[in-house]
């Protein structure tokens, strides 16, 4: 089957109050494009262009990962992410429906129009944000990604935790980017590893968000903020957090951090090393791939070396590496940087 990256239109599909331009891959709210990756751009295109029809679950993963072993995990993610992106229950309107057992189906009207030229993206109303831009995906992590998109605008506060080099960064801004739509005032991603006097955590902060004022100002914001590495200023932060909380109700924040911060209202999510291949199986290729260490770890040595293909004769060394670093993503990824030693 075709990947519906092969297709091109100059159609424009609109729903709701949305205008997707199929050539442009820009999904549009007004003038404000929606922020989604090119994985949900994809199934949203294959579930629109089929509207009111039955997409099962196989074939879309078909369209969308022509190339690619994919769990079905992977699709129910990038399905809850798109519908909140879309707004899904406001107003009661609703757009993707699970059919049990067959599939998914676009239940909204659409109605396909000639795009008469190319829309003007300098004219656009960009979301706010300071995410910086992702270079590689994202591996292993759907389960937890998913989690947290779900739980954190209802929990308001919740802090990732796990030991260095396992991912958290990584994790916490996938799970910015899938929620920067839910936010009206934004998201705002704030690195405090350069910070070393808790008494310059408020200011840093200051500057961070752009504020003209101090954290008062954000009383009446409703954003996500993204605390970042805040294990060596953990009194400093639990202070904070608790009283941004407390006076900014709207307010949602998504912290990282080798241990919690004991915070008032702080819910805990633990993020455990990738899964390796248990060393008593004996795998084929493809099944040793369904294991994230090793689809990590392939990813990122055919990202270094543009020859590297893994090998049933090398399979076992492979395995071995993932193994031996214990799932930890940041090891796993400096480990294929030197597959060539």
């Known amino acids: 089957m075709s990947s519906v990256r092969d297709l091109n239109s100059d159609a424009v599909l609109r729903f709701g109050p949305y205008a997707f331009h199929l050539r442009q891959r820009l999904v549009l709210d007004g003038d404000r494009p929606l922020r989604m990756g090119g994985r949900a751009l994809d199934i949203l295109r294959v579930l629109v262009e089929r509207a009111g029809q039955v997409v ?7 369209c969308v990962w022509p190339n690619s072993v994919v769990e079905d995990i992977n699709l129910r993610v990038h399905i809850a992410a798109l519908r909140r992106t879309l707004g899904e229950g406001q107003d009661g309107q609703g757009y993707i429906v699970n ?11 659409v109605l396909r129009e000639a795009q008469q030229e190319p829309v003007a993206l300098a004219n656009l109303h960009e979301p706010q944000h300071n995410l910086p831009a992702r270079l590689t995906p994202v591996t292993g992590r759907d389960p937890v990604v ?3 998109v779900r739980q954190l605008p209802v929990r308001r506060f919740m802090t990732l935790v796990g030991p260095a080099g396992i991912g958290k960064t990584t994790v916490a801004l996938r799970v910015a980017e899938l929620l920067l739509q839910h936010y009206r005032d934004g998201v705002w991603f704030i690195d405090l590893a350069s910070i070393d006097d808790p008494a310059q955590l408020v200011e840093h902060m200051r500057h961070s968000l752009e504020l003209d004022a101090g954290l008062e100002a954000l009383a009446t ?7 970042d590495n805040c294990e060596h200023l953990l009194e400093r932060c639990r202070a904070v957090v ?19 911060l004991r915070a008032e209202g702080e819910f805990v999510q633990r993020l455990e090393s990738l899964d390796c291949p248990p060393p008593i199986a004996v795998l084929d290729r493809a099944q040793a791939l369904t294991f994230s260490a ?19 004769a090398e399979l076992p ?18 480990a294929a940087a030197q597959i060539d030693a």
């Open 56 to 62: 099962g679950k196989d074939e879309l993963i078909a």
């Open 242 to 260: 608790e009283q941004v909380l407390a006076s900014a109700p709207r307010l949602s924040i998504l912290a990282t951090s080798r241990e919690s």
């Open 294 to 312: 090793l689809q990590l770890f392939v990813e990122r040595a055919m990202a270094s070396h543009d020859s590297f293909e893994l090998s049933h």
């Open 99 to 109: 059919i049990a057992q067959r599939g998914y189906c676009f239940i909204a009207p």
């Open 146 to 148: 998913g989690s947290l």
């Open 317 to 334: 060394l492979a395995i071995d590496i993932c193994r031996r670093l214990d799932g930890i993503p940041l090891a796993i990824e400096l």
């Open 221 to 227: 914001r409703h954003a996500l903020l993204v605390l």
